[in-house]
């Protein structure tokens, strides 16, 4: 390991100063040994063996179990020349082992510390089996349902990612690298990935700077800046014409010189390569020439760095310094996460890490919170535990594979508790629980619908379990409709016909224009893929042991021909109206199904004593609003309160209604509590015409809501 006898080098001396120990490493290094760090592979191969062997490789992904991450890092520290420690990266996107609800879900709980938490105990499995790294969180804005990838994010609004981003890489991260039990996230894709053209992956993006600035980089710029991720993923989309991952106005313009990133950029996955597809390189070598210089740091699984930069430095098309810059940075993570002084996983820590009880009791309790009524008409939920007999009813009823999402991880679908055995260890021992799948979850075949009926038949209630396979959504999973998919819409159909009351739970990764069930069926509970405990949390839910109190962080369509629909939306010369000459469709409502921040309690929340007072005007300013909210239902329950702010008139037309603020609170029966808003000056302002951050004088409206339709109570104020 680098070591002559006598002293170790200064790079080897952890009382030295990271800066110090990187220029003394940076020194000792040969050029093919710097761009070996700037390079990341898949697995652990014989091919990758051997390049790790000569110091060419910075990083691996997807080498999972403390074994193999142990038997790579041996080689990397003991067998070449500087034995610089490999970086292991995984997609531990919402668990490692232990799986929470995906992100959809965890935004649906609109609690920042649920998120954090779920986030510490991804990064405290994943560290103890040697991974040091996570792809994550994804903090893409996504409006158009009909992208997969919008289950890996925190929905529609920035202000809401914003508060998710912030509480992911504080989950992941810790207060410092150096704590065993934390892992570096990588807020991603960066940047206006969920912006892609019809909602098809890797599609086109063409946005306004003033949107890029008030939209899609203000989660990333609270996940770096405030937050302080150590590290982000360039994405795959083309960006106003130039390619993420060569775009040097977004990568070092933005980024670097505009927020001070300190850290390391990675390409996503061979987005370097792919360079030469967009059209803007004609080779590798133009293509990682591109990449290098706009501010891509390493090259995930491209092998371009690899084959190219070395001859680049060579002819001067790339400067050394440019090199030595990424390689800092690479560098000086691999120090902050002191891989050098612990480079092995603890067997002992390892063992005992996964699936504690503590463990699973959170992602039991993050299932409960990410539960989102959508109806409950006669308040037929909550059931009594002692009903006599229910069917449960779906392709999805029994499925162990859907809640674990998309991008599973370490997750093991026999860990999980899916609603069938949800429903069974929960209802009374008297309780009749019948089972009918009644079809697959895509297909065509009704065979068993008349079974299904039957069942639902000799039930006293059908709980019926819809939706979509984990993989229709997550990466490379588009669909051009958001109906149920299959014949499973007619499956609800057919059980509702029996008489028997309906319960429709949700199990997704996107919103469904589910239009007939929300007219037709008394109950429905979205419950996303809510991870190996949502088995419980969805039978907490129906049988009343958990009062429901999550909201929407995303609009549901009527029909996929609405999108986008968004609730930020701008007002138009001619808002939509029963009036003909005015912004609607002549098919369907302009209205969404159910809007952003929906969420129904079994108990119900009144709201009274707005106050509102400027304390403060100037960049300092300060704006707070109060009021007071009481249960005055028989049960306990949670509600967010919702803050929406509109800026009335504008030298730019400004959203009908922005998110500035929410609070998830629990009361009591009967109890009333003050909630607290203080809005900052930043709260108020918009890029004007000349693209500067301004808050212009005039009147604001604040607007509090249970939803942002179902606003309680509105006032304005003067600035
Ligand atoms: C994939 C995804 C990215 C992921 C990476 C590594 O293509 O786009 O989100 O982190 O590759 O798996």
Redesign the pocket.
Known sequence: MGRSGGRKPIYLRPTQPIEKRVDDLLRRMTLEEKIGQMCQY?GFSEAHEALVKQGRVGSL??VTGAKNTERAQKIAVEQSRLGIPLIF???VIHGYSTIFPIPLGLASTWNPETVRKASSIAAAEAASEGIHWT??P?VDIARDPRWG?IA?GAGEDPYLGSAMAQAAVEGFQGRDLADPDTIVA?P??YVAYGAAEGGRDYNTVDVSERVLREVYLPPFKVAIVKAGAGTT?S??NELNGVPASANRHSLTEILREEWGFKGFVVS??NAVGELINHGIAGTSAEAAKEAVNAGVDMD??GNVYQTSLAQLVRDGAVLEEKIDESVRRILTLKLRLRLFERPYVDPERASKALQTKEKLEAALQAARESMVLLKNEGSLLPVKKDIESVAVIGPLADDRNAPLGSWSCRGNPEDVVTVLEGIKSRASPRTKVLYAKGCESEGNSKEEFENAAETAGEAGLAIVVVGEKADMSG?AACRASLNLPGVQEELVETVHETGVPVVEVLMNGRPLSISWSAEHVPAILEAWFSGIRGGFAIADVIFGDCNPGGKLPITFPRAVGQVPIYYSHKNTGRPPSPERWTSKYLDAPWTPLFPFGHGLSYTQFEYSDLHITLKRRGKAGKVEVSLTVENIGGCQGDEVVQLYLRDLVASIGRPVKELKGFKRITLKPGERRTVSFALAWQDLSFLNREMQWVVEPGTFRVMIGSSSEDIRLSDSFEV
């Open positions: 898949s992904l997807n990266g995984l997609d792809f994550a994804m990838r890996e990588c991603k894709h993923m994405a795959f996503d996955w995930m699984c990466e």
